[in-house]
Nanobody, 122 residues
Framework: QVQLVESGGGLVQAGGSLRLSCETS????????MGWFRQAPGEEREFVAV????????GYGDSVKGRFTISRDNAKNTVYLQMNSLKPEDTAVYYC???????????????WGQGTQVTVSS
């Protein structure tokens, strides 16, 4: 079992930045690729970013490419999402999730955090 706890959400003005963190429990963090997803009210949960188990490979959803960066520190069992140039349409609950292989497929992810709210004001 892997437990995930997100932090770092909040209220920010358009054009600002936030860094989300997701700390995981256990000693198996490096066995999992990690992803970030987001869900706005009335919308489906959307893929944001994924990073491979060793951090070498990463991928992004089209709406965040060039603005968001995913990274991980396996020594700290933590994955990060640096969000720059934020827009009001980035407002959502952001979730981190763990999966056994590199994929952007939401349905493949095995473990999910509770989410952290990000609100971007115009």
């Amino acid at each position: 079992q892997v437990q995930l706890v997100e932090s770092g959400g909040g209220l920010v003005q358009a054009g600002g930045s936030l860094r989300l963190s997701c700390e995981t429990s256990g000693r198996t963090f490096s066995r999992y690729a990690m992803g970030w997803f987001r869900q706005a009210p009335g919308e489906e949960r959307e893929f944001v970013a994924v990073i491979s188990r060793n951090g070498v490979r990463s991928g992004y959803g089209d709406s965040v490419k060039g603005r968001f960066t995913i990274s991980r520190d396996n020594a700290k069992n933590t994955v990060y999402l640096q969000m720059n140039s934020l827009k009001p349409e980035d407002t959502a609950v952001y979730y981190c999730a763990a999966v056994g292989y590199y994929t952007s497929n939401r349905g493949a992810y095995e473990y999910w955090g509770q989410g952290t709210q990000v609100t971007v004001s115009s």
